[in-house]
């Protein structure tokens, strides 16, 4: 039973640091899974608002994912030997 159960900020931070070694910062405290809070990707300096229970569901930088998904729509564009640059 989760009911009245509340993580700390301390130790959300020590499950980020454990799943993710430093990778993700919670620059806001934590207040409950699902209220957003401010987060630095250290990877791409970029920082969004996020729920924690998405980061620690393995949901992470949205700006990176959105790349990554350009990259896959470039080359999947490029098979028919149709070269379209991404916009």
């Known amino acids: 039973n989760c009911i009245g159960k ?5 130790k959300y ?4 640091k454990v799943l993710y070694g430093g990778e993700y910062i919670s620059l806001d405290d934590y ?3 699902h209220v957003k809070i401010e987060t630095l990707h250290s990877k791409c300096g970029k920082s969004w608002m996020v729920t924690p229970h998405n980061l620690l569901a393995g949901y992470g930088c949205k700006y990176c994912y959105a790349n990554s998904h350009e990259i896959i729509y470039y080359f ?3 098979t028919n ?4 640059l991404p916009q």
Request: charged fraction near 20%.
């Open 6 to 10: 509340v993580k700390s900020p301390d």
């Open 13 to 16: 931070n020590k499950e980020l």
């Open 31 to 33: 207040v409950a899974a």
């Open 76 to 78: 999947s564009l490029t």
């Open 81 to 84: 030997n149709n070269i379209i």
